[in-house]
C-alpha cells in the first residue's frame, strides 16, 4: 500500500488513504501522517473499519488521551465519548457554534479524532475554519485590537447548570451523555493570537462561546470585539466543509482550526465515537 495526501480545494483538509489503522502504525508513518496534520490541519480518512480499540490506538500514536470534562464516556472505553443523535431527537443539534475543542482547560487538547458509524444519507457535515489563514488575512484595524490581549475561557455558557447544555437541556430528550458541572465556571486564559505550539505559524485560538471576555477590557466592549472576530475567523473563505461517509476517521488539530456541527438530517440517526488528543508534555 502506497500512502498518498491529497489536499482539498479548500481552505484546509486532506484525504489519507494507503493506510491500513486496523494495524499498529511504523514510527515512520506516525511522523508522516503528524507532518500532514500540521500542514493540513483536518486530516481525513475514509474506509477505515476500525473498533473501539483501534481507535484509542491511533490517538496514542499522537499524544496522551485528553480529558472529556462534561462527557460520559462508552462502556469498557473511558476515553471514548458517543456523539449521537437519533432519528427522532429533537434536543438542538450537539455543538451547532464555532468552537475549539476544551479550550477552557488551562492545558487544551492538540486534537481531536472522530469516527464516523451511523451517517446520515445528507446533512450532519462538520465544519472546520482555518484560523491561521483568517488571521493572516485579517484587517489591520482589527488585528490591532487583538494584539497582545488574553482571552478568558470558560465552558460555563455550555456546561455549567444554567448553560445551553445544563439542567433545562436535561428534559430535551438528549441522546448524548452530557454531564454539566459547577466545574464549568472555572476560566483559564490564553492569548487569542499564538504561535501554534509545533510549528510556529501565528494563529487565531478559539472564539466567542468558549471565550467570554478579554482580561482587562470592559465586558461590552470585549463582547463586540469577540462577535466581531468570530464574524471574521468563520468566514466561508476560511472553511473546509467535511462530508461524513461511515467507517472514516478524522482528525483535526485544534491548534490552527475551529469547527461546528451542522443539522440537516432529521428523521436520520447519526453516531460518531470521539477521542481526544490531550496536550503534549513539551508543548505550550
Ligand atoms: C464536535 O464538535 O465534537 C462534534 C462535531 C460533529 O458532530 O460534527
Known amino acids: ?24 502504525m511504523k514510527p515512520m508513518q506516525v511522523e508522516q501522517i ?55 431527537e429533537k434536543a438542538p443539534i450537539f455543538a451547532e457554534t464555532w468552537h475549539t475543542d476544551w479550550s477552557f482547560q488551562p492545558e487544551p487538547p492538540q486534537g481531536t479524532c472522530l469516527y464516523g458509524i451511523d451517517i ?27 494584539e497582545n490581549q488574553m482571552a478568558i475561557h470558560s465552558a460555563k455558557l455550555g456546561y455549567s447548570l444554567t448553560g445551553a447544555y445544563g439542567e433545562a437541556d436535561q428534559s430535551k430528550g438528549r441522546s448524548m451523555d452530557i454531564r454539566p458541572s459547577d466545574r464549568a465556571n472555572e476560566t483559564h486564559s490564553h492569548p487569542i493570537i499564538r504561535p501554534h505550539p509545533e510549528t510556529g505559524r501565528l494563529g487565531l485560538f478559539g472564539t466567542f462561546g468558549y471565550i467570554i471576555g478579554i482580561e482587562g477590557m470592559a465586558d461590552e466592549v470585549a463582547l463586540n470585539l469577540l462577535l466581531e472576530l468570530q464574524a471574521w475567523q468563520s468566514k466561508e473563505e476560511f472553511q473546509y466543509r467535511h462530508q461524513w461517509e461511515p467507517e472514516m476517521l478524522v482528525m483535526w488539530d485544534n491548534r490552527s482550526v475551529l469547527h461546528r456541527a451542522t443539522g440537516g438530517y432529521e428523521g436520520y440517526s447519526r453516531r460518531l465515537h470521539r477521542t481526544t488528543i490531550g496536550a503534549a508534555p513539551s508543548s505550550g
Not at 6 to 21: I, K
Not at 37 to 48: E, M, S
Not at 59 to 66: A, K, Q, S
Not at 131 to 140: D, G, I, S, T
Open 1 to 24: 500500500m502506497t500512502l498518498s495526501i491529497e489536499q482539498s480545494n479548500q481552505a484546509c483538509g486532506a484525504r489519507v488513504t494507503g493506510l491500513d489503522l486496523t494495524k499498529p
Open 120 to 146: 446520515p444519507p445528507k446533512g450532519g457535515d462538520t465544519l472546520f475554519a482555518n484560523q491561521h489563514q483568517a488571521l493572516e488575512q485579517m484587517p489591520n484595524e482589527l488585528r490591532a485590537q487583538l
Open 34 to 88: 503528524r507532518q500532514a496534520w500540521l500542514k493540513h490541519h483536518v486530516l481525513v480518512f475514509p474506509k477505515q473499519r476500525l473498533t473501539d480499540s483501534h481507535l484509542e490506538r491511533f490517538t496514542l500514536n499522537f499524544g496522551p488521551f485528553g480529558i472529556d470534562t462534561f462527557f460520559g464516556s462508552i462502556p469498557g472505553h473511558p476515553n471514548i465519548a458517543a456523539i449521537t443523535r437519533e432519528s427522532d
